[in-house]
């Protein structure tokens, strides 16, 4: 299918449009969010959150045209309800297993978040039965479980390849996990409190944290491409 569009922003959830945890997209920020989306651009969230925890987000609802869910692990676009996920299915049996046997851990549809680096050798031993590569992200704190080769930036180029767009790519993130879908972005930016790596990547960091960096930063282009 095609959402058509010339352009599009791409956005991390937690640190950057809200301060994470249950946190939630401020009504300003939604306001202008949407000035970007009736002015045609298409909105994405690339996010580790899972398809179903977002879906029962008010403050997300109806907003974004594509979420790249689970740091690139599954996409989903929200106007057609197709929802994919990246992995094979021996990625899906070893956290199946890792869910049963392996203590520790937060479920997600299709990964878990670990609590403690204790279990890292009982999922060495399952991920080398089955026979995947896997990798821990150290997400600020959370240790999310990723394929080896997956992230939030295959996820992305997935999810452009399906709404078949070859536009001009603004990305936002704050963390390590967002500096795949900023180097691939014609214009990168991040709020203040980004991670050290994230500011020796971007075009423009705000002066302001999380939610309010990301007005500052969409202030900024709606003077150049919205008022112009």
């Given at each position: 299918m095609r959402?058509r569009?010339?352009?599009?922003l791409?956005?991390?959830?937690?640190?950057?449009?809200?301060?994470?945890?249950?946190?939630?997209?401020?009504?300003?920020?939604?306001?202008?969010?949407e000035?970007?989306k009736?002015?045609?651009?298409?909105?994405?969230?690339?996010?580790?959150?899972?398809?179903?925890?977002?879906?029962?987000?008010?403050?997300?609802?109806?907003?974004?045209?594509?979420?790249?869910?689970?740091?690139?692990?599954?996409?989903?676009i929200?106007?057609?309800n197709?929802?994919?996920?990246?992995?094979?299915?021996?990625?899906?049996?070893?956290?199946?297993?890792?869910?049963?046997k392996?203590?520790?851990?937060?479920f997600?549809?299709?990964?878990v978040n670990?609590?403690?680096?204790?279990?890292?050798?009982e999922?060495?031993?399952?991920?080398?039965?089955?026979?995947?590569?896997?990798?821990?992200?150290?997400?600020?704190?959370?240790?999310?479980?990723?394929p080896r080769?997956?992230?939030?930036?295959?996820?992305?180029?997935?999810l452009?390849?399906?709404?078949?767009?070859?536009?001009?790519?603004?990305?936002?993130g704050?963390?390590?996990?967002?500096?795949?879908?900023l180097?691939?972005?014609?214009l990168?930016a991040?709020?203040?409190?980004?991670?050290g790596?994230?500011k020796?990547?971007?075009?423009?960091?705000?002066?302001r944290?999380?939610?309010?960096?990301v007005?500052?930063?969409?202030?900024?282009l709606?003077?150049?491409?919205?008022?112009?």
């Amino acid at each position: 299918m095609r959402l058509r569009s010339s352009k599009a922003l791409v956005l991390d959830l937690d640190g950057t449009l809200t301060k994470g945890g249950e946190d939630r997209v401020t009504p300003e920020l939604r306001n202008m969010l949407e000035q970007f989306k009736k002015a045609g651009w298409l909105l994405i969230l690339a996010t580790g959150r899972d398809r179903r925890y977002l879906e029962s987000r008010d403050d997300l609802r109806n907003l974004f045209d594509g979420w790249v869910c689970e740091a690139g692990i599954s996409i989903y676009i929200p106007s057609t309800n197709e929802y994919r996920i990246l992995v094979d299915e021996r990625w899906l049996q070893f956290i199946s297993e890792v869910k049963k046997k392996v203590e520790y851990v937060i479920f997600k549809e299709n990964t878990v978040n670990l609590l403690s680096k204790r279990c890292l050798e009982e999922i060495d031993e399952i991920a080398s039965r089955i026979g995947v590569e896997y990798k821990v992200l150290n997400n600020k704190g959370s240790l999310l479980l990723l394929p080896r080769n997956t992230d939030k930036s295959t996820g992305l180029n997935e999810l452009l390849r399906s709404i078949d767009f070859h536009g001009y790519l603004v990305a936002v993130g704050d963390s390590e996990m967002d500096i795949g879908i900023l180097k691939n972005a014609d214009l990168k930016a991040a709020p203040s409190n980004a991670d050290g790596s994230v500011k020796e990547v971007v075009d423009y960091l705000s002066s302001r944290e999380d939610g309010e960096g990301v007005i500052e930063i969409l202030k900024n282009l709606r003077q150049k491409y919205i008022e112009e």
